[in-house]
């Protein structure tokens, strides 16, 4: 059976460029009568606020997106993320990270070749074999990208408008799989989730096309299933850039006050579905 999902963060308001994603991923179910899943990704609990919670709600329920099952949030799902923590150190492929942000910049600035990823520097392994870790901080949890490899061998996924991609350990270095302040990070949440809601097939912003590479590597470390992947176009305003929440002019709430037609306004056809062949 197809099971698709959608996964917001309650740290604001729903603007368009989620409605889009939300309809991919509820058509798509819709269309192979499978099941399409609400998920709250609420582990960053800092920038969590409730109501934002029943506003996600009402406002797919105004699209007329209706999910399946009881929504999850993945603050009650820390032991399980805890567990595949304790997994991927049983494997050797972790080690703690005491560096503060401030920290990393400034070694980075030191460097002549800084590893660079798709997004950006990387890190560039200070803690990694780190002999005396202090004793007054603690440490975030890396993925050991090269160790990591060596465990997986070749991977590669397959996405119905980008292709087939052979998996780069490398490309997002040794990323953090747990955060000091929250014991698990969204790559690792995430792959976890999706294993444990059944989900077949991923339909995402192409932003995160780079972080199937690294989620490719959990799944085969974990040993977890592979889903089908659809890294979709993301909704851009006026001027070409990507929609954020702080963009409250194009929110789902202020236009649907204005009473403007959502699908509309993103000049969507109303059959905005993906080949019938991705399933």
């Not at 032991?79 to 997994?87: G, I, K, N, V």
């Not at 800084?114 to 997004?119: D, F, I, K, S, T």
């Not at 270095?173 to 991923?202: F, M, P």
């Amino acid at each position: 059976m197809v099971t698709s999902r959608f996964a917001p963060s309650p740290t604001g308001r729903l603007h368009l460029g989620h409605a889009y994603a939300a309809r991919i991923a509820h058509n798509l179910a819709r269309q192979h009568h499978g099941k399409f899943l609400l998920r709250f990704e609420d582990i960053d609990h800092t920038r969590v606020r409730p109501e934002y919670y029943q506003g996600i709600l009402d406002e797919l329920r105004f699209l007329a997106l209706h999910w399946d099952e009881e929504p999850w949030r993945q603050l009650d799902r820390l032991p399980h993320y805890e567990s595949a923590l304790e997994t991927l150190k049983s494997l050797g492929v972790l080690y703690p990270c005491y560096c503060t942000r401030r920290e990393i910049e400034s070694e980075l600035a030191t460097l002549t070749h800084a590893p660079h990823g798709p997004e950006g520097p990387l890190y560039p392994g200070t803690c990694r074999g780190l002999k005396s870790p202090p004793s007054d901080r603690e440490p975030a949890w890396r993925l050991d990208a090269e160790k990591a490899a060596a465990l997986t061998g070749p991977l590669s996924f397959s996405d119905l408008k980008h292709g087939t991609h052979v998996v780069d350990p490398r490309l997002l270095g040794d990323a953090i799989l747990a955060r000091k302040d929250i014991g698990t990070s969204y790559h690792l949440a995430v792959v976890i989730d999706d294993a444990a809601q059944n989900i077949t097939h991923v339909t995402r912003g192409e932003d995160l096309l780079h972080a199937t590479h690294l989620h490719r590597v959990l799944q085969k470390l974990l040993g977890l299933p592979e889903p089908r992947y659809l890294h979709h176009r993301l909704i851009v305003d006026d001027n070409g850039h990507r929609l954020a929440k702080r963009n409250d002019a194009l929110s789902i709430a202020t236009l649907r006050a204005r009473g403007q037609d959502i699908w509309n306004h993103l000049a969507l056809p109303n059959s905005d579905l993906p080949d019938p062949s991705f399933a």
